[in-house]
């Protein structure tokens, strides 16, 4: 019986202890998934991918006080932009 109830109080500290909601999208691992992380607060930019030739990463409309961390080589196609 013990066991038992030291095993529901393992589970139930566990439960508690997890974030009630787990934000979905706030990690960009491709140019596409960018414009996705805008509602985040908490962005991460991951790398390796190829930003399309002239396009730019877009970050304006963030949430005020977001951070942004970009991790990994993130590569420039060659455009016109600057033309």
């Known amino acids: 019986m013990r066991i038992s109830a030291i095993a529901a ?3 139930a500290t ?6 009630i909601e787990k934000r979905s ?3 960009a691992t491709s140019y ?3 414009a996705g992380t805008k509602s985040c607060s ?6 390796p991918f190829t ?3 002239n396009q730019v990463i877009d970050l304006t409309g963030l949430k005020t006080g977001s951070t942004i961390k970009i991790v990994g080589t993130i590569t420039f196609a060659k455009g016109n932009l600057d033309q």
């Open 32 to 34: 596409s998934e960018i």
């Open 9 to 11: 109080a393992i589970l």
């Open 42 to 47: 908490a962005i991460v930019i991951q790398g």
């Open 25 to 27: 999208g706030c990690t």
């Open 14 to 19: 566990a439960v508690t202890a997890t974030p």
């Open 51 to 53: 930003v399309p030739a």
